[in-house]
Every structure is written in C-alpha cells, then in structure tokens.
C-alpha cells in the first residue's frame, strides 16, 4: 500500500489552472522526484500534499484512505512532514535548541535540557551526522549540515512522508553530495521521501520514480527503469524547444554578425580610424 497517493489532482484559484490532471504515489523506501523548472506547479503541487491547500479536483489518499487536509498539522499529524528551502531555523541558537524548536521537552516547570542535548546528538549521528558540539549555532553550520539536521528533525518526530523543498537548490556540488547521502538515509529508515528539485542531476541517483511538470501539467510520470538519465535531462531541459532555437541562432547568426560588423565599421569612421592604422 501506498504512504501517498494522488490520482488525476487539480488545483484552481479562480479561472487559473495551477494543476491538472497529477498523479503521484509515494511508498516506504521510496524517493520520488519532482521536476519542474520556475512555474512548473511544484510549489502548489507541496502545498497540497503538505496541507496548506486543498485540491480541486482528482483524490489524495494517505495509507489507502482520502483525505481533505485543513492544515498542515492535519498532514503532520498523519506522518507528512516538510522541509522547505528556507529551513525556518534561528541562526543564533544552538542545534539541539533547532532540533526541539517548537516541541520542546519539558521538565517540571522548564525544559529538559540534558535529555535534548543527548537526543539531538544521537539522532545526528543515528543519520550519521556527526557533530562537534551540539551546543554550537545552527548558523556556523554548512548549508547541507542545516538542511541534514532538519531532515534528521522531522525523522525523530515521527515523520514517514518527507517532502524536501529544493534542498540542493542553494548549494554547492560537496554540499548537495552530502544532503543527497542523507536522502538515501532516510530512505534506508523507510521513509517516503518526495524529492523537489530542478536538477536532474541530483534527482536521478537517488530517485526511484520521476514526475516532470511543466506549466502545471505532467510531462510524464516513470520508475527508474523506464527512463535513462539522458532521456530525463532532455525532457527536463525541453530537448525539442532546444533544437529549435539552435536552428533559428543557425539561420539568423549571419544577419546579426553582419549587422554588427556594419555598425563597427560605422564607429570606426567616425573615429576617423582605419584597418592598418596605428595609435
């Protein structure tokens, strides 16, 4: 059975179609990916399976059974938990204080801060990040260590739906190596994971199936043995737009040179400079 199913999901806001017509379906140990370049649907497509948005049209189901979500707590209360690119961290505090942001552990009348400090570290190191401190700012980390802690986050408090936000979008190619390691972990824990991103690159190594969404339509939906990862970069990149615009730079290349050495040459009278002459 299936942790998320979506058949035939639309989203209206008034006469516009954001959406039309998505299927998706996330199992344990699966990654789906998600691509789409700016505008794709991406970004309506997670509000709706995160709760934020409710669909207009096709069914959602979480474990079998459809559901309406009225916010996001709903879905997080069924298991669906989202990391967005932006993290919502606070840069000064320290990561085991990231870690409980919000759930924090209490004890009699404050928290429980010994049991957080030794959690959060265990957790990390259960999905194999191994920190130096827990006591240092979330902020002095790396952007993939940030984007692994709130992965890690989501995980200990009981996730079994991930939905990743762009998470390599801001960073560099050791970075995203990193946060893509971690995907796979939890992957290995038997997590669904949903996978957001615009770069083939990173989505095929890791992914199991592929949705590719363009104006908020599907491009195709396929498991990793029915695509390669040169037929994905070319769908992603739109191959056939591509060729295009190489033959029309092939046929107007020589005008706008032409043009160009005209208007040179032009300058260059005025100039009162002539090929050969010296300064």
Not at 10 to 35: H, M, P, Q, R, W
Not at 109 to 121: E, N
Not at 189 to 218: C, E, M, Q, W, Y
Not at 246 to 269: C, F, I, N, P, T
Request: proline share 3%.
């Amino acid at each position: 059975m299936s942790l998320v199913q979506l058949t035939g999901v639309g989203k209206n806001y008034g006469n516009i179609t954001a959406l039309s017509g998505i299927d998706l379906e996330v199992g344990e140990s699966e990654v789906t990916c998600v691509l789409g370049d700016n505008g794709a649907g991406k970004s309506t497509l997670i509000k709706i399976i995160a709760g934020l948005h409710q669909h207009s049209s096709g069914t959602y189901e979480v474990n079998g059974r459809e559901v309406h979500f009225n916010s996001p707590r709903e879905a997080l209360d069924e298991g669906i938990a989202t990391v967005y690119q932006d993290l919502a961290v606070v840069p000064l505090m320290p990561v085991w204080r990231n870690f409980f942001l919000g759930q924090e552990k209490r004890k009699g009348l404050g928290m429980d801060s010994a049991f957080m400090r030794k959690t959060a570290k265990q957790e990390l190191l259960d999905m194999g990040i191994d920190l130096r401190d827990v006591e240092q700012p979330i902020g002095t980390l790396s952007g993939g260590e940030r984007q692994c802690v709130a992965i890690s986050r989501a995980v200990y408090f009981g996730a079994k739906v991930l939905i990743l936000d762009e998470p390599t979008a801001a960073l560099g190619v050791k970075q995203s190596g990193v946060v893509l390691r971690y995907i796979l972990q939890a992957r290995e824990r038997g997590l669904g994971v949903i996978f957001i991103t615009h770069n083939p690159h990173h989505a095929f190594p890791v992914g199991d199936r592929f949705l590719l969404l363009k104006r908020g339509r599907s491009l195709g939906y396929y498991r990793k043995d029915e695509i390669s990862r040169d037929e994905l970069t070319a769908l992603m990149a739109g191959g056939a737009e591509l060729e295009e615009l190489s033959h029309e730079l092939d046929r107007g290349g020589g005008g706008v040179a032409a043009a160009a050495a005209k208007m040179l040459e032009q300058e260059s009278k005025e100039l009162g400079i002539t090929p050969g002459s010296t300064p």
